[in-house]
Nanobody, 118 residues
Framework: QVQLVESGGGLVQPGGSLRLSCAVS????????????VRWYRQAPGKERELVAQ????????YYVDSVKGRFTISRDNAKRTAFLQMNSLKPEDTAVYYC???????WGQGTQVTVSS
């Protein structure tokens, strides 16, 4: 069974950086990571889940929500079946649980907490 394992969250001061990782495990040869899009979502307390960034299968098309443009970078390593979200210049409003999602297939990670606070 395919599982997404997220890591890299934590507590950081405003202006700091974190790098989230999303690794695929439990896959078979039929799970073609390199043909699927990867998205990072986040959900803050009391708010709806928000799409933060997306990268296409080959990495040619990338999307960021306006609030993170210039600060976050999404990337992927298809050979290692892993995706990343580099987060720089973090702000308190970036505090949320961050989720990795792979489509098609609706695969979701368990979420990793990011807290930005002094």
């Amino acid at each position: 069974q395919v599982q997404l394992v997220e890591s890299g969250g934590g507590l950081v001061q405003p202006g700091g950086s974190l790098r989230l990782s999303c690794a695929v495990s439990g896959f078979t040869s039929r799970f073609t990571f390199n043909l699927r899009n990867v998205r990072w979502y986040r959900q803050a307390p009391g708010k709806e889940r928000e799409l933060v960034a997306q990268i296409s299968s080959a990495g040619a098309t990338i999307y960021y929500v306006d609030s993170v443009k210039g600060r976050f970078t999404i990337s992927r390593d298809n050979a290692k079946r892993t995706a990343f979200l580099q987060m720089n210049s973090l702000k308190p409003e970036d505090t949320a649980v961050y989720y990795c999602n792979i489509e098609p297939g609706s695969y979701w990670g368990q979420g990793t907490q990011v807290t930005v606070s002094s």
